[in-house]
């Protein structure tokens, strides 16, 4: 089992940026990849941002990319998604999510994870 625990989240204006962050605990050997995934009311979870930790390689959805960065920290377990000039549609939940099987070509679905953090909210105001 692998327990994934995200903070960070929080209320800002357009623009601004935050952190987000998942401790990984538990069996983390094994892990394929890991990322990131929101979900707006109404809307489905989506993917936004990926990295395989085979190798480093690292994934964004289109609606992120050039606006968020993520990476990892082997030593305390932790990932991070840096997410910069947020826009009102950023708004969601963001959940944090591990996978050990493989992912390629798939990195930011739903289905090679799983497992998954509780959750952390993100609002963004315009």
């Known amino acids: 089992q692998v327990q994934l625990v995200e903070s960070g989240g929080g209320s800002v204006q357009a623009g601004e940026s935050l952190r987000l962050s998942c401790a990984a605990s538990?069996?983390?050997?094994?892990?394929?990849?890991m990322g990131w995934f929101r979900q707006a009311p109404g809307k489905e979870r989506e993917g936004v941002a990926a990295?395989?930790?085979?190798?480093?390689?690292?994934y964004y959805s289109d609606s992120v990319k050039g606006r968020f960065t993520i990476s990892q920290d082997n030593a305390k377990n932790t990932l991070y998604i840096q997410m910069n000039s947020l826009k009102h549609d950023d708004t969601a939940m963001y959940y944090c999510?591990?996978?050990?099987?493989?992912?390629?070509?798939?990195?930011?679905?739903?289905?090679?994870?799983?497992?998954w953090g509780q959750g952390t909210q993100v609002t963004v105001s315009s």
């Open positions: 999510a591990a996978g050990r099987i493989d992912c390629s070509g798939a990195y930011l679905k739903n289905y090679v994870y799983g497992y």
């Open positions: 990295m395989d930790l085979r190798g480093g390689s690292s």
């Open positions: 538990g069996h983390t050997y094994g892990t394929y990849c």
